[in-house]
């Protein structure tokens, strides 16, 4: 019985394409043989070798409200150290702030654009003087750069019913991604992992994490939120607070930064 060319080609590529369908032995050595996405390094500082120059901008005392103060941003042998004074107050005099704002590199900075899915960890010590209250009090920002735009993230020490916590909330819509208590953080180092597709509309999405001394203390995340305004996504860090605290929880403080690093998903 004789075979044709059309036959033999026919069953040739019906052969390919039953092998390529899911499942089948090609489509897995195809999926194996594409790059997984991975978290690419692309910033890490350190305190003793950049200093300052880690930061996109330094906000110390902008409106020079306690220059004998000054600097209350600075480094201090690893780490960098942010100290808040009761005296110290911002340009909007109701409230005081001591921030850095990006992530510098060289010359230049990381801009977080639209579509893009970025991951910061880092090490903070939070002393016991470093109080929730019940007024804002935020240690870190996701804002879109330049005076006057809304933060699109805060991560906030907050009481909620007399009880101090830490929490991480969606500014703009005041979604509460995750909150937690803040006494297991007081007066110990506490390893932050915070994830952060940039998108608009329900294309963003979160993920926040908080470590101590081994222990998961909160692992929560958000999709379909949108975590972008215009422009491009800048973190923020440092005290940033109002005066407006009806529980006595104001103090002169300082909070610690360490090991610093940024990573965009490729």
């Keep these: 019985m004789k075979t044709s060319r059309r036959t033999v080609l026919g069953a040739a590529l019906g052969g390919a394409a039953a092998a390529a369908l899911p499942g089948s032995a090609l489509a897995t050595s195809a999926a194996a043989a594409a790059p ?3 978290w690419r ?3 890490s500082p350190t305190a003793s070798g950049d200093g300052m120059r880690a930061w996109e901008t330094v906000e110390d005392d902008r409106a020079d409200s306690h220059t004998a103060g000054q600097p209350h941003i600075r480094t201090e042998g690893a780490n960098w150290r942010f ?3 009761m005296v110290d107050r911002d340009s909007s ?3 005081q702030r001591q921030e850095v704002t990006g992530c510098r590199k060289g010359d ?3 801009r977080w654009l639209p579509g893009e899915t970025w991951r910061l960890t880092y090490k903070m010590f939070l ?3 470093l109080k929730a209250t019940t007024s804002f009090t935020h240690i870190m920002q996701m804002k879109q750069p330049g005076q006057g735009s809304s933060p699109i993230v805060v991560q906030s020490l907050r009481r909620v019913d007399g009880v101090q916590t830490i929490e991480l909330q969606l500014f703009t819509s005041g979604l509460l991604i995750g909150r937690t208590a803040l006494a297991p953080l007081h007066d110990a180092w506490t390893d932050v992992d915070f994830q952060m597709k940039i998108g608009n509309g329900s294309s963003g999405s979160i993920r ?3 470590k101590s001394g081994g222990t998961t203390l909160i692992d929560t995340s958000r999709t379909g939120i949108d975590t972008f305004l215009d ?5 923020k860090w440092g005290i940033y607070r109002s005066l407006g605290d009806t529980s006595g929880s104001l103090k002169d403080c300082h909070m610690l930064l360490t090991d610093m690093r940024a990573y965009q998903l490729a």
Aim: glycine share 0%.
């Design 36 to 38: 997984a996405a991975s």
């Design 41 to 43: 390094l692309r910033w």
């Design 83 to 85: 100290t808040m004074h």
């Design 93 to 95: 005099t109701d409230r």
């Design 108 to 110: 230049s900075y990381l």
């Design 127 to 129: 002393p016991s003087s």
């Design 208 to 210: 926040w994490i908080l």
């Design 231 to 235: 422009d491009r996504v800048r973190p």
